[in-house]
């Protein structure tokens, strides 16, 4: 292919000259010319010199020509090369501003004329509009990348001049003025859109690529943001308010969560597939808002309870990630802690379940910690929640769950059948999960020392060292002021035991043996089997001391073993506390010899039977020496009304009366040989249990009483209120300020402090001094 270039003056080119009719070169003079072949360069001559006007005129007829042909889908006469050269020439000879207004003008009208049409088929059905509109988008941004290929060299010269006006955003621009002007139309497409969405989340099969299409059509004229999202949004909006207000009635709470959670991977999979990733955060939070945040009340109301007394892991898990998705996780921490305040409440409070209050309580921790750990993903304020929740209600009935717990753990360590080692101290950890909860740790102590002294000396405990590592886990818990007492109650075993080893072989034991005369082969063995344990008064419970009736040979022997303590310790008094000893006696039934493991209460009341058949209430009461008219029913009700009855009463009926009479049961028959009869006075009562927490309630005013003397004794004046601060700060129960106040009056009453003259009593401004 020739082009030609018309100009004024021919070519030249690498010095050399070209004429019209051809020639020579001329060699230069300092060069001996040589016989060589010289190919010359002819140029065919103009016929006519064109002007520079007819050159832009039928260059861009040429160009035009193309685009209109383009526009118009058909075949284009000039080839692709010679167009883009055509349009670089225009572009060298300085003439690429008007070309590019040339090409803007023929491109609007173009475009005018596809939004007519396309105007015109907005009548139709919306799909098959939508369908029209996706086809000609596609042909007009099929038209603009021909056409900015034929004009790419003007595109990559004068356009990069000018800011965002290359010929496929110029092309855009116009088109996007056009659709903004055609109002109608522009609403008809996104209406149409908004429809096909509509369709699709009622559970409808829809053409998701048209809507793609679309959606890019509209992003790239920049119509996405201002006029399809915010309609869009707002129909979502609708949509899930509506589709909300009908599912929270309809569907059951899970089921209800389980849609939310399907209706929010469906928008997420829609902004995957054919929607800005810009619109995935509002469009998420207007779902999340219209499905959970407006539910939350009705879902908890309605559910909240049921899935956790059903245990329903997996649904709570579900509620917890959606509520915080919203920020409505105190919702569920409140009613979260509205349940375990009544779940714990009603255990507490069932008078009836008392024996297994502890267990229970316990087994709902358990539930509450899996629940914890695998729905509410160990959130500190949900254990914050648990930790007041339980302190609430294992407080709500004073004193009762420290007795309990206590109690729970004596009957642990008193028969550990069946558990290991590491089950027995996971039983002892979990007791003290609930024992940290509780406010009255000083009525724990004083019940658990109760029994904890009752384990050691009947020897009923499984495990020594249990006993031991339970200790250590109070000391952990509470501090070592808590567990001296009990540690020094091992220390009396322990030093007990030495001292018999002692007693076995010192002159007082001797001394019993030799006066015992002709019985000695008796005494021995009666002296063997003798256990006494000395407890220090200020470690274990308050004992009262007694005195029996013993038969002689115990009388010498404890008068024997007293002389050999004296003698050991000078200064010390032993007082003998009977009603917690334990004897063996051998006994003569009609069914054959019986040895009888009984207390020495119930000892004392068989041996009067060697003397007589039968014996009354009150004779038994003077022959035995128990003044104690409550312990002599119990022990004669262990005998008479036991298992094993040993005695019969006259009269019918369990009620013990003064006058009734007792005698040996000839009828009694076992075929053992070896019985234990418990002792009733070993089981405690519930007045016992009510005297120990009246003992421990007593207790704690000298500990208020001691705590007030102790702080005036140390700042002489303080005013109502920062006493009962700081006595409240010291105790280590919980106490009103009713209380402490009582205690201030009594100090008064007894000149350990006085009230300022001019304060009201009681007052949060009343003074006191320190006087004492």
Same mark, same amino acid.
């Given at each position: 292919?020739?082009?030609?270039?018309?100009?004024?003056?021919?070519?030249?080119?690498?010095?050399?000259?070209?004429?019209?009719?051809?020639?020579?070169?001329?060699?230069?003079?300092?060069?001996?010319?040589?016989?060589?072949?010289?190919?010359?360069?002819?140029?065919?001559?103009?016929?006519?010199?064109?002007?520079?006007?007819?050159?832009?005129?039928?260059?861009?007829?040429?160009?035009?020509?193309?685009?209109?042909?383009?526009? /118009?889908?058909?075949?284009?006469?000039?080839?692709?090369?010679?167009?883009?050269?055509?349009?670089?020439?225009?572009?060298?000879?300085?003439?690429?501003?008007?070309?590019?207004?040339?090409?803007?003008?023929?491109?609007?009208?173009?475009?005018?004329?596809?939004?007519?049409?396309?105007?015109?088929?907005?009548?139709?059905?919306?799909?098959?509009?939508?369908?029209?509109?996706?086809?000609?988008?596609?042909?007009?941004?099929?038209?603009?990348?021909?056409?900015?290929?034929?004009?790419?060299?003007?595109?990559?010269?004068?356009?990069?001049?000018?800011?965002?006006?290359?010929?496929?955003?110029?092309?855009?621009?116009?088109?996007?003025?056009?659709?903004?002007?055609?109002?109608?139309?522009?609403?008809?497409?996104?209406?149409?859109?908004?429809?096909?969405?509509?369709?699709?989340?009622?559970?409808?099969?829809?053409?998701?690529?048209?809507?793609?299409?679309?959606?890019?059509?509209?992003?790239?004229?920049?119509?996405?943001?201002?006029?399809?999202?915010?309609?869009?949004?707002?129909?979502?909006?609708?949509?899930?308010?509506?589709?909300?207000?009908?599912?929270?009635?309809?569907?059951?709470?899970?089921?209800?969560?389980?849609?939310?959670?399907?209706?929010?991977?469906?928008?997420?999979?829609?902004?995957?597939?054919?929607?800005?990733?810009?619109?995935?955060?509002?469009?998420?939070?207007?779902?999340?808002?219209?499905?959970?945040?407006?539910?939350?009340?009705?879902?908890?109301?309605?559910?909240?309870?049921?899935?956790?007394?059903?245990?329903?892991?997996?649904?709570?898990?579900?509620?917890?990630?959606?509520?915080?998705?919203?920020?409505?996780?105190?919702?569920?921490?409140?009613?979260?802690?509205?349940?375990?305040?009544?779940?714990?409440?009603?255990?507490?409070?069932?008078?009836?379940?008392?024996?297994?209050?502890?267990?229970?309580?316990?087994?709902?921790?358990?539930?509450?910690?899996?629940?914890?750990?695998?729905?509410?993903?160990?959130?500190?304020?949900?254990?914050?929640?648990?930790?007041?929740?339980?302190?609430?209600?294992?407080?709500?009935?004073?004193?009762?769950?420290?007795?309990?717990?206590?109690?729970?753990?004596?009957?642990?360590?008193?028969?550990?059948?069946?558990?290991?080692?590491?089950?027995?101290?996971?039983?002892?950890?979990?007791?003290?999960?609930?024992?940290?909860?509780?406010?009255?740790?000083?009525?724990?102590?004083?019940?658990?020392?109760?029994?904890?002294?009752?384990?050691?000396?009947?020897?009923?405990?499984?495990?020594?060292?249990?006993?031991?590592?339970?200790?250590?886990?109070?000391?952990?818990?509470?501090?070592?002021?808590?567990?001296?007492?009990?540690?020094?109650?091992?220390?009396?075993?322990?030093?007990?035991?030495?001292?018999?080893?002692?007693?076995?072989?010192?002159?007082?034991?001797?001394?019993?043996?030799?006066?015992?005369?002709?019985?000695?082969?008796?005494?021995?063995?009666?002296?063997?089997?003798?256990?006494?344990?000395?407890?220090?008064?200020?470690?274990?419970?308050?004992?009262?001391?007694?005195?029996?009736?013993?038969?002689?040979?115990?009388?010498?022997?404890?008068?024997?073993?007293?002389?050999?303590?004296?003698?050991?310790?000078?200064?010390?008094?032993?007082?003998?506390?009977?009603?917690?000893?334990?004897?063996?006696?051998?006994?003569?039934?009609?069914?054959? /010899?019986?040895?009888?493991?009984?207390?020495?209460?119930?000892?004392?009341?068989?041996?009067?039977?060697?003397?007589?058949?039968?014996?009354?209430?009150?004779?038994?009461?003077?022959?035995?020496?128990?003044?104690?008219?409550?312990?002599?029913?119990?022990?004669?009700?262990?005998?008479?009304?036991?298992?094993?009855?040993?005695?019969?009463?006259?009269?019918?009926?369990?009620?013990?009366?003064?006058?009734?009479?007792?005698?040996?049961?000839?009828?009694?028959?076992?075929?053992?040989?070896?019985?234990?009869?418990?002792?009733?006075?070993?089981?405690?009562?519930?007045?016992?249990?009510?005297?120990?927490?009246?003992?421990?309630?007593?207790?704690?005013?000298?500990?208020?009483?001691?705590?007030?003397?102790?702080?005036?004794?140390?700042?002489?004046?303080?005013?109502?209120?920062?006493?009962?601060?700081?006595?409240?700060?010291?105790?280590?129960?919980?106490?009103?300020?009713?209380?402490?106040?009582?205690?201030?009056?009594?100090?008064?009453?007894?000149?350990?402090?006085?009230?300022?003259?001019?304060?009201?009593?009681?007052?949060?401004?009343?003074?006191?001094?320190?006087?004492?």
């Amino acid at each position: 292919m020739t082009t030609t270039i018309p100009s004024t003056s021919g070519f030249t080119k690498n010095n050399t000259t070209a004429s019209t009719g051809g020639g020579l070169t001329n060699p230069s003079p300092s060069v001996t010319p040589t016989k060589k072949k010289i190919t010359c360069l002819k140029i065919k001559p103009l016929s006519l010199k064109p002007t520079v006007s007819n050159f832009e005129e039928e260059t861009w007829n040429k160009l035009n020509n193309a685009v209109v042909a383009i526009q /118009k889908k058909e075949k284009i006469c000039t080839g692709q090369e010679e167009l883009y050269q055509l349009c670089s020439d225009l572009a060298r000879h300085k003439k690429s501003e008007s070309t590019y207004s040339k090409l803007k003008l023929l491109c609007s009208k173009h475009i005018e004329n596809v939004i007519y049409d396309l105007g015109h088929k907005a009548t139709t059905d919306h799909t098959t509009f939508l369908n029209i509109v996706v086809k000609s988008w596609e042909e007009f941004t099929d038209q603009i990348n021909m056409i900015r290929s034929i004009f790419l060299y003007l595109d990559r010269s004068y356009v990069m001049t000018i800011p965002d006006k290359s010929i496929w955003d110029m092309n855009l621009q116009i088109f996007k003025q056009n659709l903004k002007i055609n109002e109608h139309l522009l609403k008809k497409i996104i209406s149409g859109i908004l429809i096909l969405i509509k369709h699709e989340r009622s559970g409808e099969s829809i053409d998701k690529s048209v809507v793609q299409r679309l959606i890019r059509m509209l992003t790239s004229l920049h119509l996405y943001e201002d006029e399809f999202e915010k309609s869009f949004l707002e129909e979502t909006r609708s949509f899930y308010s509506n589709d909300g207000l009908n599912n929270i009635d309809k569907l059951n709470v899970p089921e209800y969560l389980q849609y939310v959670e399907s209706r929010l991977r469906q928008e997420v999979d829609r902004v995957t597939n054919y929607l800005s990733k810009l619109t995935k955060k509002p469009l998420i939070q207007i779902v999340e808002n219209e499905l959970i945040k407006k539910h939350v009340k009705t879902i908890l109301d309605k559910g909240f309870e049921e899935l956790m007394d059903l245990n329903r892991i997996m649904d709570l898990n579900r509620m917890y990630g959606l509520f915080k998705l919203v920020n409505e996780l105190d919702a569920i921490k409140e009613a979260f802690t509205v349940y375990l305040k009544i779940r714990g409440k009603r255990i507490v409070d069932d008078d009836q379940n008392d024996k297994n209050m502890v267990q229970d309580t316990l087994q709902f921790k358990s539930k509450i910690d899996q629940l914890h750990e695998q729905s509410f993903h160990k959130n500190e304020e949900f254990k914050h929640a648990i930790r007041k929740a339980f302190e609430y209600f294992l407080n709500i009935v004073p004193n009762k769950p420290s007795e309990l717990i206590a109690k729970y753990i004596d009957g642990k360590l008193k028969n550990s059948k069946g558990l290991t080692d590491d089950e027995l101290e996971r039983c002892m950890d979990n007791a003290l999960t609930i024992f940290k909860y509780i406010n009255g740790k000083d009525i724990f102590e004083a019940f658990y020392k109760k029994d904890l002294g009752k384990r050691l000396l009947f020897g009923k405990t499984s495990s020594y060292d249990a006993e031991k590592t339970m200790i250590s886990k109070l000391r952990a818990e509470c501090g070592t002021q808590f567990s001296n007492k009990l540690e020094g109650m091992f220390k009396d075993i322990d030093i007990s035991a030495e001292l018999m080893k002692g007693y076995e072989t010192s002159a007082e034991f001797k001394k019993f043996i030799n006066e015992v005369g002709e019985e000695k082969d008796r005494a021995l063995q009666i002296a063997s089997s003798l256990g006494v344990k000395v407890l220090t008064l200020s470690y274990w419970p308050n004992y009262t001391p007694d005195t029996l009736n013993l038969p002689m040979e115990l009388s010498l022997l404890q008068d024997s073993f007293r002389d050999f303590y004296t003698h050991k310790y000078s200064g010390r008094i032993l007082k003998w506390v009977s009603n917690l000893g334990q004897c063996s006696m051998k006994a003569l039934f009609p069914c054959g /010899k019986k040895e009888l493991i009984i207390s020495f209460y119930q000892a004392v009341v068989l041996l009067q039977f060697n003397s007589k058949e039968k014996i009354s209430v009150r004779e038994l009461k003077q022959s035995t020496g128990i003044q104690d008219e409550k312990q002599l029913i119990l022990t004669l009700q262990s005998l008479a009304f036991h298992k094993e009855k040993i005695l019969k009463k006259e009269t019918k009926g369990t009620q013990v009366e003064e006058n009734d009479i007792f005698f040996v049961n000839e009828d009694y028959s076992q075929s053992k040989t070896k019985i234990k009869i418990d002792s009733f006075q070993l089981k405690e009562t519930k007045k016992e249990r009510e005297e120990t927490t009246e003992k421990v309630l007593l207790d704690r005013s000298y500990v208020i009483d001691a705590a007030i003397v102790r702080i005036m004794k140390t700042r002489k004046q303080l005013t109502h209120q920062q006493l009962l601060t700081e006595v409240l700060s010291q105790v280590r129960f919980s106490i009103q300020g009713q209380d402490v106040k009582k205690r201030i009056e009594s100090l008064i009453d007894r000149e350990y402090l006085e009230r300022d003259n001019n304060s009201q009593a009681g007052s949060a401004n009343c003074i006191y001094h320190y006087v004492a």
